[in-house]
């Protein structure tokens, strides 16, 4: 077991039983219909690693013929966050399964550590990354053919890098986040980091209306700064031998490879902790006394029965104590407060919103009914082992799933109203044509998202775990569904706004989505009333998958 080739040995099986895991789900009817949407969804990702591939190496060949090799850091640039941010931004896209589940058996540490990182390297992230560099590899060679090992030897270790870095990153978020506290404050922090791209543009543009000799040196010190970085350090490496400085080209080499053993280390000492045994738990300690605590009586909403109000005081509690899930009220105002900033630059009249401000209100709704996709899609999957007392309790089904699409959509009703606020003060009141509009396209697209959410969340349901990223939350045929619902949904909308439009008249587009509606609606009525059939017949699949270890 501690000899190479019992590392060897271990890391064969390893991919064995990933291949058998991989044939024995094909088998089944819902796994050849993940296995189609997998494929599906795939194509766009190799569309995008041709084109990556074509402007790396077109780009590589350019800078290296004509002496600029140290501008591929330009391109290794985009790489590097590419390979970094993804990850965490799309883990719709991620299908990494968890390898702390091979801890259970003898594995070595070395085979785990490899395991890690192969797990890694299949990410699309990863692929599209390793894509591009084999583009800078190409056009490096081409124009200068005799660079080629000395290049395969300086990506290779940028490649390595970025491998280690991001499952350095999920490590120790992992190790963070295993506290619902510590989760709660890094799901606010990381979501505001990822806004804050969202002004750049405007603030650019701001910027741009006088000379700023301050951003010229800023420029200067972070050109400098770049040079010390991963990707700098990649590109001096290969331009110092362009220019036959193979000392100073080693130099910034060993460098990359030391910052590579360095982050190395870090994801060691996480992954060694793992593998000696180490699970984090949110369960407080146990009290010495015990304190008396006042009856809580459950909420009662009026016309709804006692199952329903509980569900739906459930959903609300539980994300009542999600910070993330709290964010996502302000994000369709904030949204509309990055347009308002980009419509007041001097290139305003290319603005959509500053040139059509009536159609704000219901971009910010349809905006507000996009963000719920992924609970409305998977609406039992942080319910997890606790389905099981769903199963056992008195409540029928169509109660359960009633109460959550309750929930939802008064969430989407608060969306709706706060983005209605934010639209009066930032564009002006809409008009009552354009407010009946929006909520009459509303009453048809939330039904429409609540009746194909509700079935995806019992035929192809997935556990979800808020402590974990680059891990993906719903499957592969509810990302192609879903993705599909929604294009139509927006193509019905713009259609009816268009042809609103056309006529001058508004309150055609009412009739068109009331119209819709009268479909919708039915539609959603019967399937929740079949839901207690479809429920039991998928019991055991739907156990099995949530209640999984």
């Given at each position: 077991m501690t000899s190479p080739n019992g590392v060897v040995r271990q890391l064969a099986a390893v991919a064995e039983l990933r291949w058998r895991m991989f044939v024995n789900r094909v088998r089944t009817r819902r796994g050849k219909m993940e296995l189609v949407s997998g494929v599906i969804v795939t194509i766009p990702f190799v569309c995008g690693g041709f084109g990556a591939f074509a402007a790396s190496a077109g780009f590589a060949w350019y800078f290296v013929s004509h002496g600029k090799a140290e501008f591929l850091a330009i391109i290794l640039w985009p790489v590097f966050f590419f390979w970094q941010l993804f990850p965490l931004m799309a883990t719709?896209?991620?299908?990494?399964?968890?390898?702390?589940?091979?801890?259970?058996?003898?594995?070595?540490?070395?085979?785990?550590?490899?395991?890690?990182?192969?797990?890694?390297?299949?990410?699309?992230?990863?692929?599209?990354g390793t894509v591009g560099l084999l583009g800078?590899?190409?056009?490096?060679?081409?124009?200068?053919?005799?660079?080629?090992?000395?290049?395969?030897?300086?990506?290779?270790?940028?490649?390595?890098?970025?491998?280690?870095?991001?499952?350095?990153?999920?490590?120790?978020?992992?190790?963070?986040?295993?506290?619902?506290?510590?989760?709660?404050?890094?799901?606010?922090?990381?979501i505001l980091f990822m806004l804050s791209f969202q002004l750049i543009?405007?603030?650019?543009?701001?910027?741009?209306?006088?000379?700023?000799?301050?951003?010229?040196?800023?420029?200067?010190?972070?050109?400098?700064?770049?040079?010390?970085?991963?990707?700098?350090?990649?590109?001096?490496?290969?331009?110092?031998?362009?220019?036959?400085?193979?000392?100073?080209?080693?130099?910034?080499?060993?460098?990359?490879?030391?910052?590579?053993?360095?982050?190395?280390?870090?994801?060691?000492?996480?992954?060694?902790?793992?593998?000696?045994?180490?699970?984090?738990?949110?369960?407080?300690?146990?009290?010495?006394?015990?304190?008396?605590?006042?009856?809580?009586?459950?909420?009662?909403?009026?016309?709804?029965?006692?199952?329903?109000?509980?569900v739906f005081e459930k959903e609300i509690r539980y994300l009542g104590r999600s910070g993330p899930m709290l964010l996502t009220l302000i994000m369709p105002i904030f949204m509309l407060l990055v347009f308002r900033m980009g419509a007041m630059n001097a290139m305003h009249h290319s603005v959509f919103l500053n040139r059509t401000p009536d159609m704000a209100f219901p971009g910010a709704a349809a905006y507000a009914l996009l963000v719920l996709t992924n609970l409305v899609y998977n609406s039992f999957g942080a319910d997890a082992s606790g389905m099981q007392f769903f199963y056992a309790s008195p409540a029928s089904f169509s109660h359960i799933v009633l109460g959550k699409n309750l929930a939802y959509g008064g969430i989407l009703a608060a969306n709706t109203v706060l983005a209605l606020a934010a639209v009066t003060f930032l564009y002006g009141k809409p008009t009552a044509a354009v407010s009946f509009a929006t909520l009459a396209g509303l009453l048809f697209a939330a039904p429409l998202n609540f009746t194909v959410g509700n079935l995806l969340s019992i035929y192809a349901p997935k556990k979800r775990d808020f402590a974990t990223f680059g891990r993906q939350n719903v499957s592969q045929m509810t990302v192609l569904i879903s993705l599909g619902?929604?294009?139509?949904?927006?193509?019905?909308?713009?259609?009816?706004?268009?042809?609103?439009?056309?006529?001058?008249?508004?309150?055609?587009?009412?009739?068109?989505?009331?119209?819709?509606?009268?479909?919708?609606?039915?539609?959603?009525?019967?399937?929740?009333?079949?839901?207690?059939?479809i429920a039991v017949e998928r019991q055991e699949t739907l156990l099995a998958e949530l209640c999984r270890a």
């Open positions: 719709a896209f991620t299908n990494n399964p968890d390898s702390s589940d091979l801890l259970r058996f003898p594995l070595t540490y070395r085979s785990y550590f490899l395991i890690r990182l192969g797990y890694g390297f299949f990410d699309p992230a990863s692929g599209l800078v590899l190409l056009g490096t060679t081409v124009a200068r053919p005799l660079l080629f090992p000395w290049a395969v030897l300086v990506l290779v270790t940028f490649a390595v890098f970025n491998l280690v870095l991001m499952q350095t990153v999920f490590a120790w978020l992992e190790r963070w986040l295993a506290q619902r506290r510590t989760r709660e404050i890094f799901g606010v922090i990381f543009g405007p603030t650019m543009q701001h910027l741009q209306r006088k000379p700023q000799p301050e951003l010229e040196k800023a420029f200067e010190i972070a050109t400098r700064v770049q040079n010390a970085l991963p990707p700098g350090l990649a590109s001096n490496a290969i331009a110092q031998s362009v220019n036959s400085h193979y000392f100073i080209g080693l130099t910034f080499l060993l460098f990359l490879a030391s910052l590579t053993f360095a982050v190395g280390y870090v994801l060691h000492l996480r992954l060694w902790r793992q593998y000696q045994g180490e699970n984090l738990s949110e369960v407080e300690a146990r009290q010495t006394v015990a304190q008396a605590q006042a009856l809580q009586v459950g909420w009662e909403l009026p016309g709804l029965s006692p199952s329903v109000a509980a619902v929604q294009i139509v949904i927006v193509a019905v909308g713009a259609a009816a706004f268009a042809i609103a439009r056309i006529y001058e008249n508004l309150w055609i587009a009412v009739l068109v989505f009331l119209a819709l509606a009268a479909v919708s609606v039915p539609l959603y009525v019967i399937v929740l009333q079949r839901l207690d059939g």
